[in-house]
């Protein structure tokens, strides 16, 4: 009796747990719940603009906005490196992944925009 309620609560589980997986992907959910996630996200969010510093540093090093917005989205925030307390913007030190890990950003992060300040090529 025992053994029939668990496999019928097992499949109830798994039929809801794949329900559940479709609507999520169909509604492009996002779970931005650690540290960097709800930063990196509250820069993408906002209206992006570029230091001349940064802009000649796009030119020379042949960097353009897509590796900036890819660096936004899985980038590594080092909050020891920015002064995050800083106001009335924040600066963030975010270093990019994989083949962009050579690339870092020093990005302003204010109440309505995000300024990339300096782009740091290692």
């Not at 353009?64 to 995050?84: A, E, H």
Request: aromatic letters at 12%; charged letters at 25%; glycine letters at 6%.
């Amino acid at each position: 009796m025992l053994v029939k309620r668990i496999f019928y609560y097992l499949i109830g589980v798994t039929l809801g747990s794949i329900a559940v997986y479709f609507f999520w992907q169909k509604k492009n959910a996002t779970f931005d719940y650690g540290m960097d996630s709800r930063t990196l996200k509250s820069i993408r969010i906002k209206k992006r603009f570029f230091s001349a510093d940064a802009r000649t540093a796009m030119q020379r090093f042949e960097i353009d906005t897509l590796k900036i917005t890819t660096i936004l989205n899985t980038g590594d925030v080092d909050f020891g490196k920015g002064n995050p307390r800083q106001t009335p913007c924040a600066e963030y030190y975010i270093s990019g992944n994989k083949e962009l890990e050579k690339v870092s950003l020093l990005v302003k992060r204010c109440d309505s925009t995000a300024t990339i300040e300096k782009i740091i090529i290692k």
